[in-house]
């Protein structure tokens, strides 16, 4: 599942595209954007279901990478089955804590403990899903930009044909006279941080938080 759709990047660029160019963004940049954001948070947002191998180590209480934790279905510790609840093993809490109760997770073996558990967002917030769509129309803006300078066709070498011309004159400023004029660069979004500060203010209440 995607965090946005075409129709959330029409809605902030305002621009109705074509269905080639929506199979490109839906494809390509989409995907690309929604991994950007789920890099910096540090997990898949979508709900899924998701096994880990943890170790132990006499710890109070171990954190999941995936959140939020919307049920766990299994937990194995030294090969033997525990069971939730406040009364019998174990408590876990939606941004993946999962405490153990009266008492510590065994540090007998490494990597002894596994958690079968299924985390994330059925319904993407709306924060997240606006981000992505922005994300994605800063990528397109900037594409449209830069192939608006182009000539119909498919651009070519120059070197192997010199009456070829691809009309790229990325011109970023022009003076005439008095007149100076200084255009946005069409390669912005190509270069630097695709992910702004404005972004990750949106995005700071989801980012996984690691506690040592």
């Given at each position: 599942m995607a965090l946005c759709t075409v129709s959330d990047v029409e809605a902030i660029v305002q621009i109705d595209f074509a269905s080639t160019l929506e199979t490109s963004i839906t494809?390509?940049?989409?995907?690309?954007a929604d991994q950007v954001i789920k890099t910096?948070?540090?997990?898949?947002?979508?709900?899924?279901?998701?096994?880990?191998?943890?170790?132990?180590?006499?710890?109070?209480?171990?954190?999941l990478k995936h959140i939020p934790v919307n049920s766990i279905s299994s937990i194995t510790e030294d090969g033997n089955s525990l069971t939730e609840g406040n009364e019998s093993d174990y408590v876990f809490h939606s941004n993946g804590r999962v405490e153990r109760v009266l008492g510590r997770w065994s540090g007998a073996k490494p990597k002894n403990i596994s958690v079968s558990y299924n985390a994330g967002y059925s319904t993407i917030p709306e924060d997240i899903k606006f981000t992505s769509a922005r994300i994605s129309a800063r990528i397109i803006l900037s594409a449209m930009n830069l192939s608006s300078q182009a000539s119909t066709g498919a651009a070519n070498t120059h070197l192997s044909d010199s009456t070829n011309g691809a009309s790229m004159a990325i011109v970023e400023e022009e003076r005439i006279g008095d007149l100076s004029v200084r255009f946005a660069d069409p390669m912005l979004y190509f270069d630097g941080d695709l992910l702004k500060e404005s972004d990750k203010v949106l995005l700071s209440p989801y980012k996984k938080q690691v506690f040592v």
């Open positions: 494809n390509n940049i989409i995907p690309f910096y948070l540090g997990y898949d947002i979508e709900a899924a279901d998701q096994t880990e191998t943890l170790f132990g180590d006499n710890l109070r209480e171990l954190n």
